[in-house]
């Protein structure tokens, strides 16, 4: 795999591609670069046909090995690899660790072993299992096995024991990948973990650098699902400042987790360069429809509709808490909407508008808000589909959009522009 930066704007935001995949090799894929989130080696909720009706572009499918490990003993006796076992041979594919749209249980790291929650069970796995695993997957490119499970509140003590095992199990899978007959040209991204702590996370990178690794991943500032989306920028910043500095412009940077808009718009001005689609997911998994602006507005283009106000989940009481908008990511925190219109609401009974005016996806050009409400209120297996068609289709133009704003160094244009809706729809 070939990354190559073609520009870096004033916001140090940076334009990309990646290129030269074994399996594809005429595949160009720009960054700022779009994953897109997969479980059991499928898009949720979306067939094949479905897929094709959302994005026909080339694209980077993310298969988190947690959704996959119970099915790795079949796909090696298959023989061909992850990618035409479910019948997507034309996606590149990206395995990664842990389903970065799912809570990771947190406290439950073993000395040589990391755990993955499956609807089995937890699995113990250590990096000689994991190596085996991903020859078994053949992926395009995969995520070294890392001790990602470190927050804000972790202790000195953890933070420096995810250091010492990423570090290791880095080590391990490097030496494993060049022995393997199967993996030894397949690009393998290392993991910077560290927490919050600028010391730890630059002495992950001085000791990852004798590996001959294709790109990092910064891991370790959230839990994954919604954890993800509560991250406070004041915290992440500095960190993410000091630690970008350290790694070499030569490489891709991947931050995984369904970051909101605001802080991906952020972390694309950092330089960070993959990112993956779980918010989308998320949101639809909770019948949201995106609505925010996904475009590079011209001129002073304002928001058109008055939507529905939305208390910024800080604000929000235990009493106002509303026990429908939990899932299985988040039992005990709140959901911050602001970004989304919830199809559960009766709001949207009568509503006979698309869920975004002027949308050219599937589900608005065919179906009304009120339509989706029934689906959304009823439980219809329909609902999620088309919910997760538009969804992905905002989602996707909206890097659409980033890239452009990079190219034409108005990404700070961009991000005042969600600014505004945010502040919209603050009530």
């Not at 730890?200 to 294709?214: F, M, N, P, Q, S």
């Amino acid at each position: 795999m070939k990354f190559t930066v073609s520009s870096v704007a004033k916001s140090t935001a940076r334009l990309g591609s990646l290129s030269d995949f074994t399996r594809i090799p005429e595949a160009v894929l720009e960054t700022p670069l779009l994953l897109l989130h997969t479980r059991g080696a499928s898009v949720p909720h979306l067939s094949y046909d479905l897929l094709q009706m959302v994005s026909t572009e080339s694209h980077i499918l993310q298969m988190p090995l947690v959704t996959l490990v119970d099915h790795t003993k079949n796909v090696k006796a298959f023989g061909k690899g992850i990618a035409e076992f479910a019948g997507l041979k034309e996606y590149l594919n990206y395995v990664s660790v842990q389903d970065s749209g799912t809570t990771t249980p947190e406290g439950y790291h073993e000395k040589n072993s990391i755990s993955l929650w499956t609807r089995g069970g937890r699995k113990l796995i250590d990096p000689q299992t994991y190596i085996t695993c991903i020859e078994a997957l053949k992926p395009d490119l995969f995520q070294a096995i890392v001790d990602g499970d470190t927050t804000s509140n972790s202790s000195v003590k953890r933070v420096r024991r995810s250091v010492d095992d990423t570090v290791k199990f880095a080590g391990i899978c490097a030496n494993l990948k060049e022995k393997s007959e199967v993996l030894k040209d397949t690009p393998m991204l290392a993991c910077i973990t560290g927490g919050y702590n600028i010391k730890e996370r630059l002495r992950c990178i001085t000791e990852l650098k004798g590996l001959d690794v294709a790109g990092y991943v910064l891991e370790g500032f959230h839990t994954n699902g919604e954890s993800a989306t509560n991250l406070i920028w004041e915290d992440l910043e500095p960190v993410l400042t000091e630690t970008l500095k350290s790694l070499p412009d030569n490489l891709p940077r991947a931050f995984n987790g369904p970051v909101t808009p605001i802080i991906l718009l952020k972390l694309v001005s950092k330089g960070i360069d993959i990112f993956d689609a779980t918010f989308p997911w998320l949101v639809a998994e909770r019948a949201g429809a995106l609505v925010f602006p996904n475009t590079l507005l011209k001129g002073n283009a304002s928001i058109t509709e008055t939507l529905p106000s939305v208390k910024s989940p800080a604000l929000i009481t235990p009493s106002e808490k509303d026990g429908s908008l939990e899932n299985e990511n988040s039992k005990d925190e709140l959901v911050d909407r602001v970004f989304e219109i919830n199809l559960k609401d009766k709001l949207y009974f009568n509503d006979t508008r698309p869920l975004v005016e002027d949308c050219s996806c599937y589900c608005c050009r065919k179906y009304s808000r009120s339509y989706i409400h029934h689906l959304s209120a009823t439980s219809e297996l329909q609902g999620p589909i088309l919910l997760m068609m538009h969804n992905l289709h905002h989602y996707i133009n909206f890097f659409r959009s980033i890239r452009l704003a990079t190219r034409e160094d108005q990404l700070q244009c961009l991000h005042s522009t969600l600014e505004q809706f945010v502040t919209s729809r603050r009530s």
